[in-house]
């Protein structure tokens, strides 16, 4: 008997028949593509040396292992088989490993901007959240999260306190949502591990266009986990991690002050105006 019949059979006896599945079918792909390739032993401890040092750059801050599955196109390859059941709903979009659980909840049309806010020009997103016939929903939680302008994320970047550029906003009871902030910027993921070297080694880019992350939870609908991007920006046809489709291409418009704006978002300065709807499916 083979060593790849060997081992595969060796799972066999996995109670969980979805796990055994998982298993067998690993240990017979990777067999299949270490004999596709006629692996040599320099390879082999080259792969099991990445991938240890893969390991050792995790931290609670840092998954190094997500980046991986994300410059790998697995991420986006495991979002296309779990969601996208309806042509109506928002698609999702990549996780990516800077999202920060329990921020402050925050009120109607609050800014995120908690540093050097005075510097900046206000945008405004603003939408409804909406099942997919339409009707409004009520009390979604909608967590929000970006980078500063220098392209980094709290939590990356020590300059910076926790929950600058990030929040958690909920919904009104016709779905309506406004949130104050920055407009996003593109820019480069990690590449000081394992995953920069691989991306250098490839010749290819770090960047992202610029976007702002949405993961939206309500009571039964499935949730959401998505970006809105900036249109116009250069990498959205080349993003590292291929997370970019078309329907999250939002357009901004630059805004004057007028007195509406003030009552309702107290927006006091001319601003950059985007909007967009999200539609959850039903769980
Ligand atoms: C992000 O958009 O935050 C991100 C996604 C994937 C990899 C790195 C960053
Ligand atoms: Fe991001």
Known sequence: MSVTTQAVQSFQHIDDARHRTLI??????????????QLTEAE????IQFLTQTGQLCHEQRQ???LLSDVLGISMLVDQINHQKSEVQTPSTVFGP???ADMPVRNFADSIVIENAEQCRPLLIKGNIRNTQGEAIANAYIDVWQTADNGMYSGQDPEQQIDNLRGVFVSQADGAYAIKSILPVSYEIPSDGTVGQ???YAKRTFWRPAHIHFKIVAEGYQPLVTHIFLENDEYLQNDAVFGVKDRLIVCHESKQADPQSQAVYGLDCDYDLMEYDFILSEA
Do not use: G, P, S
């Open 198 to 200: 691989l991306l250098n």
């Open 98 to 100: 800077f999202f920060i």
């Open 44 to 47: 082999w401890m080259q792969a």
């Open 24 to 37: 067998t079918a690993l240990v017979q792909k990777l067999h299949d593509y270490i004999n596709e390739v």
């Open 64 to 66: 190094e292992y997500i």
